[in-house]
């Protein structure tokens, strides 16, 4: 099993849907968590930090479960410029793992 | 402020030939990373260096990869010699001591042939 695991994808939406990206990792004993955002031939950005009591910023929605370990990301009235892909972020200590990503396009 | 610089953006070389990349993070960030990123996957860490001691290597292939941050500052990352395989984009980030957001630079687009 991977240590950080995402949907596949690829998801491709018209404007204005809302959807959803899970991650799973693998190592319990995980103390921070993240979204990066990447676009086609760029460098990673971060998106948003996850906390432990889920957080938001503006149409995007952290959520974390400790219990199940998963974070997820939810996007909504989605943008043309939101296409990228998303990718899931685990640290334990200093050690920073990356899922492989997942792909969102939206289409007019 | 100017984010991490690297160079060169892209690199083509035939195997078995030596390639260097070049690292500037930002300034005051102690903590830098080399990561490794192919097609379809996410960033792979190579090396993670606090200031000039490299603390994490174990993922770097040691016998052809080498790295260096000479007084902390810049680093490079060496290959010698490259294979097909080799053949990623590497990128470098940086951070601070007190944040774990990491600031990527642009990376290195390396094709050998």
């Known amino acids: 099993r991977k240590e950080v695991e995402q949907d596949p994808g690829p998801f491709n939406v018209p404007e204005g849907a809302t959807v959803a990206f899970n991650c799973t990792y693998s190592?319990?004993?995980?103390?921070?968590f993240f979204w990066y955002r990447q676009d086609c031939r760029k460098e990673p950005k971060l998106l948003m930090s996850?906390?432990?009591s889920g957080n938001e910023d503006g149409r995007f929605t952290a959520q974390l479960n400790r219990a199940s370990q998963y974070i997820s990301l939810l996007i909504r009235d989605s943008k043309l410029s939101d296409s990228a892909t998303y990718l899931c972020v685990i640290r334990n200590n200093n050690d920073m793992r990356f899922g492989a990503g997942t792909r969102l396009t939206v289409k007019p | 402020e100017a984010g991490v610089v690297q160079s060169p953006r892209y690199k083509i070389i035939e195997k078995k030939q030596p390639v260097a990349f070049w690292c500037n993070p930002i300034s005051g960030h102690n903590t830098l990373y080399w990561y490794r990123q192919n097609l379809g996957q996410g960033p792979e860490l190579l090396i993670r260096?606090?200031?000039?001691?490299?603390?994490?290597d174990s993922q770097l292939p040691k016998d052809r990869f080498s790295a260096e941050r000479l007084k902390g500052v810049d680093s490079t990352l060496k290959i010698q010699p490259a294979e097909l395989g080799d053949s990623a984009v590497y990128l470098c980030?940086?951070?601070?001591?007190?944040?774990?957001?990491?600031?990527f630079g642009p990376g290195t687009r390396l094709t050998v042939t």
């Open positions: 996850v906390y432990s």
């Open positions: 980030a940086s951070r601070t001591h007190d944040s774990y957001e990491q600031y």
């Open positions: 190592n319990s004993a995980s103390q921070s």
């Open positions: 260096y606090e200031n000039e001691e490299a603390v994490d």
